[in-house]
């Protein structure tokens, strides 16, 4: 048998785990008290409810692959998740869609009037859009651009959206019907009894040892020790930021508990510029399953990722993207070592791909 080692115990860090665990000796390394990375749950003490401790995952996929993979280790519910907005002291339901024109510009449209009317409004003189903001004024148009995504896109990523890559924006579609799944994916659900369980079933195995509480950095490797060594860490951190540090943004949480019920969904964006959180999540909603007298819920707060910060979201600004490369090409020079997931590989990327590109990466070694 082979040995491993794996660094970090995230959706990348399990599977590979889980997958080399059946014929090889695996060794997985977390630097925080527990497995599960940004996708632990726990039970609040309180309320008895499930929260998702970083932020709330839904799982979403058109990979039946991994859809059926992901079930031999929890019971996946089916779960819809109906995002509304806040602007302005106003409603409204996310993605843009047909109701939420008809409601924001106070008519009663078909959707073929409704996109004629909304590609009246689009800036057509935009060929090719540069940036976020002019990927969304050729699809949206000034009105809706300001109202939903403006203030909001400028929270969450701490600048302005000419600053950001169209790409962003092809996450966020308009839809001309009244389909307010937030998600176009086929195969939607979150685990009955939360994700922490999907981890210490992947984990769960006589060849598996799991270290907790410990922060490896490159030096600390002992390469002689293992077959071969996975890194699933930021890769700036792995070279000890040789070429300085590659832009995140984190998030942070205010948590409250009340009675009842706080907004009645699971989810609510807050577009205003002016509101300092990017949104609300009410955890109870996410396990509609369940009932429960008081309720938990969490404002949300995004900003720049500092040393001590859990890095989230890369914003690949044309600064990182020639610092990515230089990190790339130290990679490449290296043997015995797999850069995987997020942060190893500075892309977003859903849990969907980044169990998907485990269980190809674990093929490659099984």
């Known amino acids: 048998m082979k040995k491993y080692l794996i660094i970090g115990s995230g959706f990348s860090g399990s599977v590979l785990a889980e997958q080399l665990s059946?014929?090889?000796i695996v060794h997985v390394v977390e630097e925080r008290s527990h497995i599960g990375g940004n996708c632990y749950t726990e039970e609040d003490a309180e309320?008895?409810?499930?929260?998702?401790?970083?932020?709330?995952?839904?799982?979403?996929?058109?990979?039946i692959e991994v859809w059926n993979y992901?079930?031999?280790?929890?019971?996946m519910v089916p779960f819809i998740n109906r995002v509304k907005s806040v602007y302005q002291k106003q409603v409204y339901s996310l993605p843009v869609n047909l109701h939420t024109i008809n409601q924001f510009f106070q008519k009663n449209f078909s959707p073929k009037e409704a996109k004629e009317f909304i590609t009246s409004l689009s800036d057509t003189s935009i060929d090719i859009p540069k940036n976020f903001e002019e990927q969304a004024l050729k699809f949206v148009g000034k009105d809706l651009y300001k109202a939903f995504f403006y203030g909001y896109t400028k929270k969450q990523w701490g600048c302005e959206p000419t600053e950001l890559p169209a790409s962003i924006l092809k996450r966020l579609p308009v839809r001309f019907n009244y389909n307010d799944n937030y998600y176009a994916m086929p195969l939607q659900g979150i685990p009955r009894n939360g994700y922490t369980e999907i981890f210490e079933k992947m984990l769960n195995h006589p060849n598996i040892s799991v270290t907790l509480n410990k922060k490896l950095s490159a030096q600390e490797i002992n390469f002689s020790e293992y077959d071969h060594v996975f890194y699933?860490?930021?890769?700036?951190?792995?070279?000890?930021?040789?070429?300085?540090?590659?832009?995140?943004?984190t998030v942070f949480f205010e948590k409250f508990i009340t009675k009842g019920d706080h907004q009645g969904n699971a989810v609510i964006n807050y577009a205003d510029q002016e509101i300092p959180y990017t949104r609300v999540h009410e955890h109870k909603h996410f396990t509609p399953w369940e009932e429960?007298?008081?309720?938990?819920?969490?404002?949300?707060?995004?900003k720049e990722t500092e040393e001590t910060d859990i890095p989230y979201y890369p914003k690949r600004l044309q600064g990182d993207m020639e610092m990515l490369e230089k990190y790339i090409s130290e990679k490449d020079k290296l043997s015995n070592i797999t850069f995987i997931g997020r942060l190893a590989t500075y892309r977003y990327m859903d849990m969907h791909h980044v169990i998907a590109e485990a269980l190809e990466i674990a093929k490659k070694f099984v």
């Open 22 to 24: 059946k014929n090889n």
């Open 70 to 75: 992901i079930q031999q280790f929890c019971e």
């Open 232 to 249: 699933s860490g930021p890769i700036d951190a792995y070279f000890d930021y040789k070429y300085g540090r590659l832009g995140y943004r």
């Open 292 to 302: 429960h007298e008081k309720t938990i819920y969490f404002k949300e707060f995004s």
């Open 47 to 63: 309320t008895g409810i499930t929260i998702h401790k970083y932020g709330p995952h839904i799982f979403n996929t058109d990979n």
